[in-house]
């Protein structure tokens, strides 16, 4: 018999169930596959809630940019297809020794540490993410590194400008890789999206339907979401958490009311930065794989630049990452890439 793997588990952010991935969760939903009545309680939670339910959606015939984008049912469809990927991780493979995820990928990671439970956890997701969306503002995503995945010093440069032209009205919300994504009121992010030169065909990138997520204009949805959400939603995590600023959350001791002050509080209104998230992670638990749950497959760039930042296992450039992925069993291993997700069933 061979030896476990041990495997850092990272879920996605808000911005991962777009066109490609209408019917993530029916297509992958195997048989015998755990998740199946979860999936069924949240359907419920939603009814009652009078909401579409997560399996409509995701089964819906056309992806409908009205629908799947709103942010209620898109922070649905992402947790409950981060879920499902995780309920069907090979356990007699893969030794799973910690879980973080990118902004809204952090409630994933509660979910599969166990610290948001049963549809509760749906009644959070979906709450959190009404509140968020009603909030100011809007959020725009910048490259910081040249083609190589090497630091681009001018790129840098500009960006730190436009934060200080626009001081109070224009943030850092999340560190992402080799990407800063800003947040900031409407105005500020569009003098700054004009102020900053193209590059790439796409940048910079306005998110569609996203607030200015991780930046003091969420304190009031921080507010009430603290408010409105008892500490009774939250338990002690299963597994060891690393959350937004790169602490570790110990599986079994972590308390639940630290848990929910930081969730629902400083996460809300707060930069994430998911690329130290990634790297206090690898360096605390030294992974042998590292594994990306769906819906798609959009967090490999950003954890390889996070990587590469570090140099971790000798990692300079892309170059470096592409040719390490072709190994037989590659470090990182994406669940929303078939065939890589067979090597973790």
Same mark, same amino acid.
């Given at each position: 018999?061979?030896?476990?793997?041990?495997?850092?588990?990272?879920?996605?952010?808000?911005?991962?169930?777009?066109?490609? &991935?209408?019917?993530?969760?029916?297509?992958?939903?195997?048989?015998?596959?755990?998740?199946?009545?979860?999936?069924?309680?949240?359907?419920?939670?939603?009814?009652?809630?009078?909401?579409?339910?997560?399996?409509?959606?995701?089964?819906?015939?056309?992806?409908?940019?009205?629908?799947?984008?709103?942010?209620?049912?898109?922070?649905?469809?992402?947790?409950?297809?981060?879920? *499902?990927?995780?309920?069907?991780?090979?356990?007699?493979? !893969?030794?799973?020794?910690?879980?973080?995820?990118? =902004?809204?990928?952090?409630?994933?990671?509660?979910?599969?540490?166990?610290?948001?439970?049963?549809?509760? =956890?749906?009644?959070?997701?979906?709450?959190?993410? +009404?509140?968020?969306?009603? *909030?100011?503002?809007?959020?725009?995503?910048?490259?910081?590194?040249?083609?190589?995945?090497? $630091?681009?010093?001018?790129?840098?440069?500009?960006?730190?400008?436009?934060?200080?032209?626009?001081? %109070?009205?224009?943030?850092?919300?999340?560190?992402?890789?080799?990407? *800063?994504?800003?947040?900031?009121?409407?105005?500020?992010?569009?003098?700054?999206?004009?102020? @900053? $030169?193209?590059?790439?065909?796409?940048?910079?990138?306005?998110? $569609?339907?996203?607030?200015?997520?991780? =930046?003091?204009?969420?304190?009031?949805?921080?507010?009430?979401?603290?408010?409105?959400?008892?500490?009774?939603? !939250?338990?002690?995590?299963?597994?060891? @958490?690393?959350?937004?600023?790169?602490?570790?959350?110990?599986?079994?001791?972590?308390?639940?009311?630290?848990?929910?002050?930081?969730?629902?509080?400083? +996460?809300?209104?707060?930069?994430?930065?998911?690329?130290?998230?990634?790297?206090?992670?690898?360096?605390?638990?030294?992974?042998?794989?590292?594994?990306?749950? %769906?819906?798609?497959?959009?967090?490999? %760039?950003?954890?390889?630049?996070?990587?590469?930042?570090?140099?971790? +296992?000798?990692?300079?450039?892309?170059?470096?990452?592409?040719?390490?992925?072709?190994?037989?069993?590659?470090?990182?291993?994406?669940?929303?890439?078939? &065939?890589?997700?067979?090597?973790?069933?």
């Amino acid at each position: 018999m061979s030896q476990k793997k041990t495997a850092l588990v990272v879920c996605p952010g808000r911005g991962s169930y777009n066109r490609a &991935e209408l019917g993530y969760i029916k297509q992958h939903m195997a048989a015998g596959n755990p998740f199946v009545q979860q999936l069924a309680d949240f359907d419920a939670r939603r009814a009652e809630l009078n909401l579409p339910t997560v399996t409509a959606l995701d089964s819906a015939s056309q992806f409908s940019h009205a629908a799947h984008v709103k942010a209620e049912n898109a922070a649905a469809l992402i947790f409950s297809a981060g879920l *499902a990927d995780f309920a069907q991780i090979n356990r007699d493979t !893969f030794d799973i020794v910690a879980v973080t995820g990118n =902004s809204m990928g952090w409630y994933t990671a509660l979910g599969c540490a166990g610290v948001w439970q049963g549809p509760d =956890s749906m009644q959070l997701v979906t709450g959190m993410a +009404q509140l968020t969306a009603s *909030a100011a503002g809007a959020q725009f995503i910048y490259p910081l590194l040249t083609s190589d995945w090497q $630091p681009d010093l001018d790129k840098h440069s500009l960006l730190a400008e436009q934060l200080y032209l626009h001081q %109070g009205a224009l943030f850092m919300s999340i560190a992402y890789g080799g990407y *800063a994504v800003l947040a900031g009121t409407q105005s500020a992010v569009q003098q700054a999206m004009q102020a @900053l $030169p193209p590059c790439d065909d796409k940048f910079p990138l306005l998110l $569609p339907g996203h607030a200015a997520f991780h =930046s003091p204009l969420m304190q009031s949805a921080a507010d009430q979401a603290l408010a409105r959400f008892s500490e009774s939603f !939250f338990v002690a995590p299963q597994l060891p @958490l690393v959350d937004g600023r790169g602490i570790v959350w110990p599986a079994f001791v972590a308390q639940p009311a630290a848990l929910k002050v930081y969730t629902l509080g400083q +996460q809300v209104y707060d930069t994430f930065y998911f690329s130290r998230a990634v790297q206090v992670a690898v360096k605390d638990f030294a992974p042998d794989h590292i594994i990306l749950l %769906g819906p798609g497959s959009g967090l490999g %760039g950003a954890v390889a630049q996070s990587l590469i930042e570090i140099n971790w +296992q000798g990692l300079t450039c892309k170059q470096d990452f592409s040719d390490a992925q072709q190994a037989a069993l590659p470090f990182v291993l994406s669940m929303g890439l078939p &065939e890589q997700r067979q090597q973790l069933l």
